[in-house]
């Protein structure tokens, strides 16, 4: 059965940094794309990042480019997103996500999804 | 960045009634399209992807449709765990991007 368990997120100052990790188990977590998204709230879904299995690939949005970094430790089944200079408008919940294994373009799990609060 | 546009913002359905909801992308995307159900509380649920390809495990009652820029979802007979928002997805060009979703609401 496959989970994606996220740490907790947290209340962060506007130029503050926050890592999330994301723990996965139930699958072969080395050979999956996984990804960042986030929820504002009330507002609709954003793919913010992704990776590949191999950590040959990664891709960001605009909106965090430059600010965030995702990363993974194969060895720990882990998922991380390094979030700095956060400003307000990143207020949202993060989901971490596996991509469906023949469409990394499209995500079959998601977690459950930790708020992050950015405010002074 | 692709713009999908959902219509419309809230349905109002009674239970065992069709469901018709639409997505528009404001550029072609081929049909590089997914569509996902998100109840209060809850992270989302792929449903549709290929623009008709039902996900694993979900009910023939739902079905997707269209190309290019024009999309559908459709749910036939609405049960009670099917009130909740809907999101299209593209994943034609990166950033892939989503919909502002359609409420579906008990009528």
């Not at chain 1, 989901?95 to 596996?98: F, H, K, M, T």
């Given at each position: 059965q496959v989970q994606l368990v996220e740490s907790r997120g947290g209340l962060v100052k506007p130029g503050g940094s926050l890592r999330l990790s994301c723990a996965a188990s139930g699958f072969t977590f080395s050979d999956s794309y996984m990804s960042w998204i986030r929820q504002a709230p009330g507002?609709?879904?954003e793919w913010i990042s992704y990776i590949s299995?191999?950590?040959r690939y990664t891709k960001y949005a605009d909106s965090v480019k430059g600010r965030f970094t995702i990363s993974r430790d194969n060895a720990k089944?882990?998922?991380y997103l390094q979030m700095n200079s956060l400003r307000t408008e990143d207020t949202a919940v993060y989901?971490?996500?596996?991509s469906h294994q023949r469409l990394i373009e499209v995500i079959e799990y998601w977690g459950q999804g930790t708020l992050v609060t950015v405010s002074s | 960045e692709i713009v999908m546009t959902q219509s419309p913002a809230t349905l109002s359905v009674s239970p065992g009634e069709r469901a018709t909801l639409s997505c528009r992308a404001s550029q072609s995307v081929s049909s590089?399209?997914?569509w996902y159900q998100q109840k209060p509380g809850q992270a989302p649920r792929l449903l549709i992807y290929g623009a008709s390809t039902r996900a694993t495990g979900i009910p023939a009652r739902f079905s997707g449709s269209g190309s290019g820029t024009e999309f559908t979802l459709t749910i036939s007979?609405?049960?009670s765990e099917d009130f909740a928002i809907y999101y299209c997805h593209q994943y034609n060009n990166w950033p892939w991007t989503f919909g502002q979703g359609t409420k579906v609401e008990i009528k």
């Open positions: 507002k609709g879904l299995g191999s950590t089944n882990s998922l989901y971490c996500a596996r | 590089l399209l997914a007979s609405l049960q």
